[in-house]
């Protein structure tokens, strides 16, 4: 007991500001396997937990799994975290002086993905909304806009007068919200309080309400102290044709807050908060309806450990009356993220000529983004593939300064940072296809700086497997379809290539006085383009063997397996996919009913047989020219492959394989928010009255691996994860929000 507590609080905080600088760089762990005992430290604080728990089969490490999703990074700071769970258990503990609850070990059930982000569960407090900290990181650093060029004149400026214009020269106009009457919370996410670092309880006092309903600034006009408001200005190409100024039309950011036990910082902006400078002829208002999907998928993505912007609060404005096909109520929503900025800031920029804002906008990402320039990823010393160790997790740490590589693909800063901003949405639209999310409208506007899901319009999961299925009954070219959507990020990723392709190609002359003040000169031009154009095709292989990568590392662990192997992807992988497009299978509930399936009932081809049934849709079997029969028995076929890769990497034994049964139920979820989920919620509430029911879809989506919840309702619990009803299946949805 005297050893446990001898824990140094201050090597937990230095800690877990190690593990947020290496989850924000997406690193391997070999910076963290340096520290003494690791594998002693796990056992003594597993122990150490399941002995005060009171319950010696507590799940530590399912509790833990959730936090990163590669898997070398994991282990080292799962590791990290089971010692600071250890140190607040003890400190709780010998403060209390009473049992500890076994339910409080489980509080990282609800953390974002990157870092631990604390608890409301009493281990640690989080702060009110007053004491959060605020700052202006980005309007500190950018181009304001220049009719509003301070706080004070916006801020004196006639409410009205802030509407729709064309704005140049800035990235940004300060903007207040617009006021709402009688404002009404709907809802919380307990995670995203959490893991932004509000206390639990702070949802109920009147400045958070006031706050997320935009009737509250932390600015004081009178001293001019503060952080004010701001709007973010970008364009963007949407269904593949530029649009010209874009902009937050009706998102305003209020500050950004910094957690105080992760130093992660957030940019907490209201969505449906107003008019604004971009919003072209729109109201700046959102609809319940499109509120509500937001709110739930934000969050949900973040619990499957799908990169994603957050959701704090839902809030209805009962007297705010939105027209869109009819007149519809409004509504807010809360949300952050650790940056809002995306292809479309610089695809405005290049397509005024603004090189000088190209340059200083990349720099702020490198810098206030990004951990800094040091965080890039250095030159590959082989060309890119999916198999290789250096592609997959490259060495970093180059000096800003530094220009790796020979000509004519040298690469300088702006080279790396351009890199990582392919390679983190290459991981993203991975996580989208490994667990069939299509978004649905994936503008260069809506494509992020960070990777992170962003901006939701019409999206869905996959219902049955149907590579050509897009939500947005608008995209009657299927641009947007689940199949493209790898490809399509790339083609916003060129898109980038071309804003940054200056930068990128003026290699060791990028900073050259010359080339900083006057650009490029006729005489550069020639090499510069060459460059250029070598990088960003490197890039692009690059992005194809990282997407790769990921996106068979996460198939491998939904389908139960351990080892790689050269066959997988083209016999079971591909294999599986064919199969449930041609019967109809549904996506995601083919592996979590793959996950409960005993190898030990598939010895024989009738016992294969028996258990194909359980993939069916509740009405039989689906698809054109499919007999039960022949469903049945490429089922079978499937299955006994599947069984041989099985028992490959786990062995014959009963033990193991209910081991790995728990291994993919922690990956495969039970419940995901489909759209007809979605639909039914969104009557409810804005038809029915309902507001309970918020809560228990945000606690589902919350917890979407688990077999139950706490909803109160059993039945409806099941019903929500079982078979879609027939003719809600793939439903559809506009753009209209």
Known sequence: MMELASVDGRLIIE?????????????????????????????????????????????????????????????????????????????????????????????????????????????????????????STFTSN???????????????????????????GALYTYVRPEETSDPELLGISPAAMCDIGLQAGEQDTSDFKATVAGNKIYWNPSTEEGVYPWAQCYGGYQFGSWAGQLGDGRAISLFESTNPSTKTRYEV???????????????????????????????ALNALRIPSTRAL????????????????????????????????TFDLLRARGDRKNIRKLATYVAEHVYPGWTSLPSILPEPASATSSTTINPDRDVPPEKVQGESPSEENRFARL????????????????????????????????????????????????????????????????????PSIIWWNLLRLGESLGELIGAGSRVDEEQFVNEGVTKAFAPELIKRAETIIENVGEEYKAVFLAEYTRLMRKRFGLITENATDFDELFSGALDMMEALELDFNHFFRRLASVKVGDLQDEEGRKWVAGRFFHAEGVTGLGNTEEKARKRIAKWLDKWRMRIQEDWGNDDERDVQRQKEMKKVNPK?????????????????????????????????????EWKTGDRKQEERWCGDVPRGNRQMMCSCSS
């Not at 122990?47 to 799994?65: A, K, N």
């Not at 590669?70 to 282990?75: A, F, I, Q, R």
């Not at 806009?145 to 009205?160: G, I, L």
């Open 142 to 168: 950018l181009p304001p806009d220049p009719e509003y060029p301070t706080p004070s004149a916006s801020h004196n400026a006639p409410r009205q007068n802030l509407g729709p214009r064309m704005v140049k």
């Open 671 to 707: 419940f995901i928010p489909r759209s007809w989920v979605l639909d039914e919620l969104i009557q409810r509430v804005e038809h029915g009255g309902e507001r309970q029911v918020i809560g228990q879809v945000m606690e589902m989506a919350l917890n979407p691996f688990e077999d």
């Open 418 to 485: 351009y890199r990582e901003i392919a390679r983190r949405n290459a991981i993203t639209v991975a996580y989208w296809q490994a667990y069939a999310f299509t978004n649905g409208v994936l503008n260069t506007d809506n494509t992020s700086l960070l990777g992170l899901s962003l901006d939701f319009g019409p999206f869905a999961f996959l219902d049955n497997y149907d590579p050509s299925y897009t939500p947005n009954h608008d995209d009657h070219a299927l641009r947007y379809s689940y199949r493209n959507q």
């Open 313 to 344: 609060s839902l809030t209805l404005a009962p007297n705010s009356k939105v027209r869109r096909e009819r007149i519809e109520p409004g509504a807010i929503v809360a949300r952050f993220a650790q940056s809002w900025l995306r292809i479309g």
């Open 269 to 299: 902006q209201l969505k449906g908060a107003g008019k604004t400078p971009y919003s072209r002829f729109a109201d700046g208002k959102a609809v319940l309806r499109s509120s509500i999907r937001e709110f739930i998928i934000s969050e």
């Open 15 to 135: 800690e877990a500001s190690l593990i947020e600088n290496y989850s924000q760089s997406n690193v391997d762990s070999k910076g963290l396997s340096d520290i003494a005992d690791l594998g002693q430290r796990r056992d003594r604080c597993t122990s150490f937990i399941r002995m005060f728990s009171g319950d010696p089969d507590v799940d530590v490490e399912h509790s833990l799994y959730y936090l990163m999703p590669n898997d070398s990074l994991y282990k080292s700071i799962q590791i990290l975290l089971l010692s600071a769970v250890s140190y607040m258990l003890l400190r709780t503990l010998l403060q209390r002086s009473q049992p500890f609850p076994t339910h409080l070990v489980k509080m990282t059930a609800s953390l974002s993905n990157g870092a631990a982000n604390g608890s409301n569960d009493g281990i640690t407090t989080g702060l009110s909304l007053h004491d959060l900290s605020k700052s």
